[in-house]
Structure formats: structure tokens, C-alpha cells
């Protein structure tokens, strides 16, 4: 059964409405992937295998798209 958040996060014109779709996104982040992006995959990658909450994951996705860590011509708004 898929792991779908209360609220959808806004990532550019992109609604991500769960661990999965953030880990797709993720998987193809073409800017920097620094602290924030490493701390975001590792833990959508444990709320998939049920080893860490979604709603953390969403946490850490939310932080990653707020800090910066994107290409320079991308603007990411968070939902809610």
C-alpha cells in the first residue's frame, strides 16, 4: 500500500503527495546535493521500508526544498 501524506509538498509547480513521488523527485535532482538532500533521501528511502515515519520524511523534504539546495532558475514553495 502506497504511503500518501496528509498535504501534498509543493516543489516548483510539482505536487509531491508522498514518499515515493520524494523519492522520484530526489532521484532526479539535478542541483546540489549537500547535507539536506542526503538527510531528506536517507529518510524518505527508511519511511518506504517502514523503518521511519512519513511525516518525518515529509519534515526533512519540506527542509531540503526550503534551504537552497536546488539549480539557480528553480523556486520551490512548500504547500499548506
Known sequence: MQIIWDKPVAAGEKLIFGPLEARRF???????KGMNFAAADACVLRALDRRSSP???RELFEIFLATGERTPDTDY????
Not at 26 to 32: F, K
Not at 77 to 80: I, M, R, S
Open 26 to 32: 530526489l532521484s532526479e535532482w539535478p542541483g546540489m
Open 55 to 57: 511525516d518525518e520524511a
Open 77 to 80: 514553495k512548500l504547500a499548506g
